[in-house]
């Protein structure tokens, strides 16, 4: 059977959380969009991702309607600590930079956009298989997809929109000697666990210690996330409830007596990471947001954060395009969504070397990297400069 064939102005690959904000935005300016998302509502909400929302990401969120639950369910933490040698470090953002940042699931932030979506009779079609983007360089780019029944379906738009996540069916679509891949590798990975038990802490702490890094986060008063660098190929059926915490526990220990509240583990997992920018973020009439383009380590939670701020930067270009027929935005959407892209792999590059340990790890390395965090902690401008990358450098720049 042919497949049926549909028009719309902005064609949206994947229903994420940037996706679903750039439909969000571009239909409450009356562009036309259609959000074409691989995975059901439920398997998206239930992946848990990072817990940390810039100051600009909450800007947006609430700028559009969208924050009741980030803001009633959510919690504002004014700063983090740093833990090293045993010792906490407090970096007062508030004090330092006047901001902050919010502790909020970015599953959440999906969820929360989808009932926006479907509030606004916004066009969001999951469970829906894109198995080709097509005709990037003509006027009409073009999305096959297979909805869940089988039947096939086109859709021709004026703009294409891929923001499908780090296996992008999109950017894969773009001929390789049309894009330039750069990427690193890192020799580690996080064991990532959810408890139910009370906070450990007022709020997140990064600890460096000889055992290596661990990330004591948090979810609400009942639940705590939780991660551990732990080797890639680690699995997660070796290690029992006493194991986990007796790991995290000697990569926090130090002579304040420090002590984790612990709780029943009701989920592991381990997330294996790499550093990948994919340029440039267009290809023709297609253009890449978020994790299609570029994927982070972890360490400081920039993934989401930083796919919202492509999508800023989209949807005023679009706008411009629709409305205005000023297409300079879109010419030039690439060069300064990447600027940011490059600042957000410095800082969380940065944020995870000095943080994690390596096996082969020198004396001299270990003491370098021990310097470099008495560096940050021992001066007001490293702290600010922590402060200022941690919570999200202003959108405009
Ligand atoms: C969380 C994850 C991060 O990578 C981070 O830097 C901070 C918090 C989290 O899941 O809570």
């Given at each position: 059977?042919?497949?049926?064939?549909?028009?719309?102005?902005?064609?949206?690959?994947?229903?994420?959380?940037?996706?679903?904000?750039?439909?969000?935005?571009?239909?409450?300016?009356?562009?036309?969009?259609?959000?074409?998302?691989?995975?059901?509502?439920?398997?998206?909400?239930?992946?848990?991702?990072?817990?940390?929302?810039?100051?600009?990401?909450?800007?947006?969120?609430?700028?559009?309607?969208?924050?009741?639950?980030?803001?009633?369910?959510?919690?504002?933490?004014?700063?983090?600590?740093?833990?090293?040698?045993?010792?906490?470090?407090?970096?007062?953002?508030?004090?330092?930079?006047?901001?902050?940042?919010?502790?909020?699931?970015?599953?959440?932030?999906?969820?929360?956009?989808?009932?926006?979506?479907?509030?606004?009779?916004?066009?969001?079609?999951?469970?829906?298989?894109?198995?080709?983007?097509?005709d990037h360089?003509?006027?009409?780019p073009k999305?096959?997809?297979?909805?869940?029944?089988?039947?096939?379906?086109?859709?021709?738009c004026?703009?294409l929109?891929?923001?499908?996540?780090?296996?992008?069916?999109?950017?894969?679509?773009?001929?390789?000697?049309?894009?330039?891949?750069?990427?690193?590798?890192?020799?580690?990975?996080?064991?990532?666990?959810?408890?139910?038990?009370?906070?450990?802490?007022?709020?997140?702490?990064?600890?460096?210690?000889?055992?290596?890094?661990?990330?004591?986060?948090?979810?609400?008063?009942?639940?705590?996330?939780?991660?551990?660098?732990?080797?890639?190929?680690?699995?997660?059926?070796?290690?029992?409830?006493?194991?986990?915490?007796?790991?995290?526990?000697?990569?926090?220990?130090?002579?304040?007596?420090?002590?984790?509240?612990?709780?029943?583990?009701?989920?592991?997992?381990?997330?294996?990471?790499?550093?990948?920018?994919?340029?440039?973020?267009?290809?023709?009439n297609m253009?890449?947001?978020?994790?299609?383009?570029?994927?982070?380590?972890?360490?400081?939670?920039?993934?989401?954060?930083?796919?919202?701020?492509?999508?800023?930067?989209?949807?005023?270009?679009?706008?411009?395009?629709?409305?205005?027929?000023?297409?300079?935005?879109?010419?030039?959407?690439?060069?300064?969504?990447?600027?940011?892209?490059?600042?957000?792999?410095?800082?969380?590059?940065?944020?995870?070397?000095?943080?994690?340990?390596?096996?082969?790890?020198?004396?001299?390395?270990?003491?370098?990297?021990?310097?470099?965090?008495?560096?940050?902690?021992?001066?007001?401008?490293?702290?600010?400069?922590?402060?200022?990358?941690?919570?999200?450098?202003?959108?405009?720049?």
């Amino acid at each position: 059977m042919a497949p049926t064939i549909e028009k719309t102005q902005v064609g949206i690959v994947g229903g994420g959380p940037a996706g679903l904000m750039l439909s969000h935005l571009l239909s409450q300016q009356g562009i036309e969009n259609i959000v074409i998302e691989k995975r059901d509502h439920e398997t998206i909400a239930n992946t848990h991702r990072a817990g940390i929302l810039e100051t600009g990401a909450v800007k947006m969120l609430t700028e559009t309607g969208v924050d009741s639950r980030v803001k009633t369910r959510g919690y504002e933490h004014e700063g983090i600590d740093l833990r090293f040698n045993g010792e906490s470090h407090r970096i007062n953002f508030k004090e330092l930079i006047d901001a902050t940042v919010w502790l909020y699931p970015q599953n959440d932030v999906f969820v929360d956009l989808a009932a926006a979506r479907e509030r606004d009779g916004g066009d969001v079609r999951f469970s829906c298989n894109v198995t080709e983007v097509l005709d990037h360089l003509t006027d009409t780019p073009k999305i096959r997809y297979t909805d869940a029944e089988g039947g096939e379906h086109e859709i021709h738009c004026d703009i294409l929109v891929g923001a499908d996540g780090s296996q992008s069916t999109c950017r894969r679509s773009i001929p390789k000697e049309d894009r330039s891949e750069n990427f690193i590798e890192y020799p580690f990975a996080w064991f990532g666990i959810l408890t139910e038990a009370p906070p450990s802490a007022p709020e997140l702490i990064y600890a460096n210690s000889p055992h290596g890094f661990a990330l004591i986060s948090q979810r609400n008063d009942e639940v705590q996330r939780m991660y551990f660098q732990c080797d890639p190929e680690e699995n997660v059926d070796d290690w029992d409830e006493e194991r986990i915490w007796a790991e995290l526990q000697r990569r926090v220990d130090g002579p304040d007596g420090f002590q984790l509240k612990r709780g029943p583990i009701f989920e592991k997992v381990v997330l294996k990471f790499r550093s990948y920018v994919g340029e440039p973020m267009r290809y023709g009439n297609m253009f890449l947001a978020g994790d299609a383009a570029h994927t982070v380590p972890p360490t400081g939670a920039k993934g989401l954060n930083l796919a919202f701020a492509d999508v800023q930067v989209l949807f005023d270009a679009l706008k411009a395009h629709f409305i205005d027929g000023n297409s300079e935005g879109l010419d030039g959407y690439s060069d300064k969504a990447l600027k940011r892209v490059w600042k957000a792999q410095n800082f969380s590059y940065w944020m995870t070397q000095m943080l994690h340990t390596r096996k082969d790890a020198t004396p001299f390395e270990t003491k370098r990297a021990l310097g470099e965090l008495n560096t940050v902690v021992s001066s007001k401008y490293g702290q600010s400069y922590l402060a200022e990358s941690y919570t999200g450098w202003p959108h405009e720049n």
